[in-house]
């Protein structure tokens, strides 16, 4: 299953309530940046300019973490982001789902640009869902929060109109092999139960089996 990297809540509930196993790109890049490995460096050039990553360095980091996964139901989480991406996923792997939500940039540029995070323990707060008690401080410490490079609101422009440029022919790929479901919105409460419904016509609520048999 894939989903792109729009609404974090929404992969959340998916995990919780189906069991899958999830597997963000995003997440994958900043592990990565964060321990400044040979990749972490290159891509970290690209997204401070503003740009997406290569499809070859997206492709073969992803596709090396997938190989783990084979046995069990997985969610990819911000890939494939362009065609290429999505012919070399197809070669390894069997997709039979791709979720599109279709929210508004500029709310997504909203949501990224109102994000800060504590670097030392990657507590991350919304200015306007989640803020911190004080303006600017972690919470816990007493630390000054920081702004992402590539959450600034400069640089979150530059990667939506690529993102965008990139995008819509993935999703027109995917709709002609007749595995792309669309969801639109704003807020994630209104359209999970639209998806959630969705999904239960090709998996099982395993959140419903845990609250029946608690440990």
């Not at 200015?127 to 004080?134: D, G, I, N, Y």
């Not at 993935?170 to 639209?194: A, D, Q």
Request: charged share 25%; net charge neutral.
């Amino acid at each position: 299953m894939v989903v792109p990297p729009l609404l974090r809540t929404v992969s959340a509930r998916i995990i919780k309530h189906f069991g899958v196993k999830h597997l963000s790109s995003g997440d994958l890049l900043r592990d990565n940046m964060q321990k400044k490995t040979e990749v972490g460096i290159l891509a970290k050039s690209y997204i401070d300019q503003g740009q997406l990553i290569p499809d070859h360095i997206m492709t073969q980091l992803m596709l090396n973490e997938i190989k783990g996964l084979d046995q069990y139901n997985w969610l990819l989480d911000g890939f494939p982001r362009t065609v290429a991406q999505a012919e070399a996923l197809d070669k390894e792997c069997h997709i039979d789902t791709v979720i599109d939500l279709d929210v508004p940039f500029e709310t997504i540029k909203c949501r990224l640009t109102a994000r800060w995070i504590h670097p030392a323990s990657g507590r991350v707060y919304n200015l306007e869902f989640s803020p911190p008690k004080v303006q600017g401080i972690d919470d816990i410490t007493g630390e000054p929060l920081v702004q992402r490079d590539d959450d600034k609101p400069e640089t979150v422009s530059k990667r939506l109109q690529a993102y965008d440029a990139q995008t819509k022919p993935v999703l027109e790929y995917y709709r002609k092999k007749g595995l792309l479901k669309s969801f639109s919105g704003t807020e994630t409460n209104k359209i999970w139960p639209h998806i959630y419904a969705f999904l239960q016509t090709k998996l099982p609520d395993v959140s419903q089996k845990d609250a029946a048999n608690p440990r």
